[in-house]
């Protein structure tokens, strides 16, 4: 029996609300760390299919993979103990040689995977070309609490240049939990390390984590969507509470961002597309790690009536908003937010909730000038949309002039003015002729 096609109005509006993502991301560096489980589990076959989609819309990706589970079965086979000291595996000569039978078996499938053509897939004309090589100079980790942890080594030095090279030729770069020394000696390094060390050196626009849990958590089992490097590092103060997964990934995410990469994902490696749904949707699937940012979205107060005024005065002049005056403002100031960048405000917006009609009305959405493709439009009514959801309406509409195209790429559809709220169709402005916008959720 055929599947049922996707209805073409929900498939336009779902790929016009992607085309932002789009656009941010062609040309952007992206580290993808994930374990070897993703490949013991058969997963990897979903994640690359997910790639190639990256890939092909102009993402640099560097992927990084570990090799623990094949490790172990390796030293299973060889009738060998593993050894770990305060939580890190002790690499002796004997175990040496099994993690790199290991490490080499599972790169080579990754390879072939990512090599994959077929049609009627994902894979099918997919141009993957994967680049391998030195590029991770490593260093013995020494003597810690009196062990010799012998050839576990550490990140000495991240070969950008040469990883750069690749990535210029459209080439995605694989990197192993191998680090090679200048005496020619190979190191056991971890994936975490690797992933991290190479997205800072890389100055990369994002780094994600595949793990075993959704994300971050608070107290109360609730996924923590987004979190900024100050709220981390209260999480992991809380060492007593926090899974395995985030104890060891979450100091990356804080680590990377303090050191310039723009955003680090925690997201689940069970849940299929797991990246795309993280990165191409307004609230993700995981967790998302900024460090602090200048941007402040925050409720208005009477004392911004001025600043909102001086914002929202071009945008009146050239007939794109309805004139509001200083006292109808400070009436409603408590129906406004605003966007603060460094203290000064830049964007707001205005809801009117309908209760009635399980509706509101989205107003004044503005961003100064200077400020504009630079998705901060998107933030506002991301905000102005969880804000109606928490009134309990199911629907945002709109009335425009100018604006048109922006709200219909965002999922709103055009709608007849009789259906607007009883007490909003009698103030209808038929001279203004705006045309009404609804998005449901």
Partial sequence: ?????????????????????????????????????????????????????????????????????????????????????????????????????????VRVEIEALLSMGLANSPMANADIRVAGGNFITAQPMGVIHGVDLLYTGSVRKVDVVAIKDRLDRNEVVLLSPLGYSPTGEVF???????????????????????????????????????????????????KDRLSEDVALFLPCAVLACEAGVARTHLVSRHVDGSILQELFSDIGIGSMVVESPLNTLRDATIDDVGGILQLLQPLEVEGILVRRGRERLEREIERFVVLEHDHRIIGCAALYPFFEEQAAELACLAVQINYRKQGYGDLLLKHMIAKAQEKGLNRLFVLTTRTAHWFIERGFKEMDINELPSQKKMLYNFQRRSKVFVRKF
């Fill in 1 to 105: 029996m055929p599947h049922s096609p996707v209805p073409s109005a929900e498939f336009v509006a779902w790929f016009r609300s992607v085309a932002p993502y789009i656009h941010a991301f062609r040309g952007r560096t992206f580290v993808v760390a994930f374990g070897g489980e993703v490949v013991a589990d058969g997963k990897f076959i979903e994640l690359t299919h997910d790639l190639n989609l990256l890939s092909s819309l102009g993402v640099r990706l560097v992927l990084v993979h570990g090799a623990r589970p094949q490790i172990e079965r390796h030293l299973i086979r060889n009738n060998l103990d593993g050894h770990y000291h305060h939580g890190i595996r002790l690499t002796d000569s004997e175990t040496m040689q099994c993690v790199k039978e290991a490490v080499g078996r």
């Fill in 188 to 238: 056991n390094l971890t994936l975490e390390e690797v992933a991290t060390r190479t997205a800072i050196a890389l100055d990369a626009d994002k780094l994600i984590f595949l793990m075993e849990m959704e994300g971050v958590q608070d107290a109360q089992g609730n996924l923590l969507r987004e979190l900024t490097v100050a709220d981390a590092r209260t999480i992991l103060s809380e």
